[in-house]
């Protein structure tokens, strides 16, 4: 049985391939300030992406993910953001996303510009 450390690692290494797969540069993992971590950082055309990962118990329908993500978590990836693109002026982007991958068992989804 795993630790929650270790499949939290598990999900990072799955999104981390999967975007790669379609095209994104992984610039971070595991980003962290004193306002915050961000679980991801990618770069894909001219779209800055800040994901946080997450793994769900099989139980869970995968419309719960929104309780997972409260106000306060949103808060935090933001002004983490705001420190990440502060110190990285020189990247090439236009626009930011913030996106969530949640893996749940062998399944997985992204979903994109979630707030």
Do not use: H
Not at 42 to 62: M, Y
């Amino acid at each position: 049985m795993y630790s929650n450390t270790e499949k939290g690692k598990i999900s990072e290494d799955l999104c981390c391939n999967y975007l790669s797969s379609r095209g994104y540069e992984i610039l971070e993992r595991n980003y962290r300030t004193q306002k915050g971590e961000i679980d991801i950082i990618a770069l894909k055309d001219d779209n800055l992406s800040f994901i946080e990962v997450k793994t769900l118990p099989k139980e869970w329908d995968l419309s719960d993910i929104r309780y997972k993500i409260n106000n306060l978590k949103k808060n935090k990836i933001k002004y983490t953001a705001v420190d990440f693109i502060q110190k990285n002026n020189k990247k090439n982007f236009t626009s930011i996303s913030f996106d969530v991958f949640v893996v749940q068992g062998s399944d997985y989804i992204f979903f994109d510009g979630v707030f």
